[in-house]
């Protein structure tokens, strides 16, 4: 649950990314190949090395959906049910992966926003990020 | 012992050269304190850490964290022997501070989005790579004397 405030702080992070999700996107999938290969496993169909018009587009529906997270944050589950359908029964992806993409993901706000990643912005996405995942992985089982 | 290539040592030597490590020691465990909070269990004599902006000010926060980056900067100099470098303070931490070894992955990451914060794009996916990989084999090394 996000207080008044911190959905205050997701919002304007938010506005720094809305427009460029593509870019965003494929740096964050860039970065989590990079650094935790075992994660292209489940990517096999974006090519190995992955290919660059592939991470755009595939990164650009990630970051697309965090859109929708920040639009409907007092209804994470309404929102992104159909997601966490898809990831319970066709993507599958191991929970433990998703820490994994979300320090990737600090590292893309980080070196963009520089100056401007204020510690309160790192931890209203820490917690905003989680609790997606926490979304996404709920139906599991 | 951490894998790198000679290459991603020397990029991580490089970028290590321009650290302020007193600053970004800081800043790196006051970020660790505000961003999972219950880390703030080692650290009640401290004094205010009641808000994010009273953390990163602390003096205690800021001289501690300097002491812990300056042990991790020793720690980059015996990259091919962390956990002998590391052994007395393994022991330290487990001994007599009772930290989870979970809490240096966490200030390991930490690290790692700090260092993005101060260079930006220069801090690149392979830079990031070879730096988690050095930062998990410092948390490793810390906790290879644990029982």
């Known amino acids: ?141 | 012992m951490v894998h790198l290539t000679g290459e991603e040592k020397s990029a991580v030597t490089a970028l290590w050269g321009k650290v302020n490590v007193e600053e970004v020691g800081g800043e790196a465990l006051g970020r660790l304190l505000v961003v999972y909070p219950w880390t703030q269990r080692f650290f009640e004599s401290f004094g205010d850490l009641s808000t994010a902006d009273a953390v990163m000010k602390n003096a205690n926060v800021k001289k501690h964290g300097k002491k812990v980056l300056a042990s991790f900067s020793e720690g980059l100099k015996h990259l091919d022997d962390l956990k002998g470098t590391f052994a007395a303070l393994s022991e330290l931490h487990c001994d007599k501070l009772h930290v989870d070894p979970e809490n240096f992955r966490l200030l390991g990451n930490v690290l790692v989005v700090v260092l993005a914060r101060h260079f930006g794009k220069e801090f690149t996916p392979e830079l990031q790579s070879a730096y988690q990989k050095v930062v998990a084999g410092v948390a490793t090394a810390l906790a290879h004397k644990y029982h």
């Open chain 1, 1 to 141: 649950m996000l207080s008044a405030q911190e959905r205050a702080h997701v919002a304007q992070v938010w506005d720094l990314i809305a427009g460029h999700e593509a870019l965003f996107g494929a740096e964050l999938l860039l970065r989590l190949f990079t650094v935790y290969p075992s994660t292209k496993t489940y990517f096999k169909h974006l090519g190995d090395p992955p290919d660059e018009v592939q991470l755009l587009s595939h990164g650009q529906r990630v970051l697309e959906a965090v859109g929708v997270a920040v639009r409907h944050m007092d209804n994470l589950r309404a929102a992104l049910s159909p997601l966490a359908d898809l990831h319970a029964r066709v993507l599958r992806v191991d929970p433990t992966n998703f820490p994994l993409l979300i320090q990737c993901f600090q590292v893309v706000l980080a070196s963009h926003l520089q100056g401007e990643f204020t510690v309160e912005m790192q931890v209203v996405w820490d917690k905003f990020l989680t609790g997606l995942a926490v979304v996404l992985t709920e139906k599991y089982r």
